[in-house]
């Protein structure tokens, strides 16, 4: 989050809140990160960034700066939030003798 605030000219332009709100609230624990945050990291590591999506096979969601680098990409993968199974679908076992 140093970096975006750092390079706040560039990044406050795609947020609605300032800056320094924006930087504040996502350095807590919880609270995540969006395109913004990943455009960074990879301006940060001068790496691409792909990221693929759960359920949609191999293919690419967004590629961050890859066009520009040589560097082997970065990979993120979204994954839907954890659903437990259902207890109607748990199958039940009874001892009885």
Do not use: W
Not at 75 to 95: A, E, I, K, M, Y
Request: charged fraction near 20%; proline fraction near 5%; include cysteine.
């Amino acid at each position: 989050m140093d970096y975006v605030l750092q390079n706040s000219d560039y990044y406050s332009q795609y947020i609605t809140e300032d800056i320094e709100t924006y930087v504040e609230r996502k350095r807590y624990l919880h609270v995540h990160g969006n395109h913004l945050e990943i455009q960074a990291l990879s301006e940060m590591y001068s790496r691409p960034i792909h990221i693929y999506s759960y359920g949609t096979g191999e293919s690419k969601m967004n590629v961050l700066q890859d066009e520009v680098l040589s560097y082997s990409p970065l990979s993120l993968c979204f994954l839907p939030p954890f659903q437990s199974p259902s207890t109607s679908s748990r199958r039940s076992t009874s001892l009885t003798r």
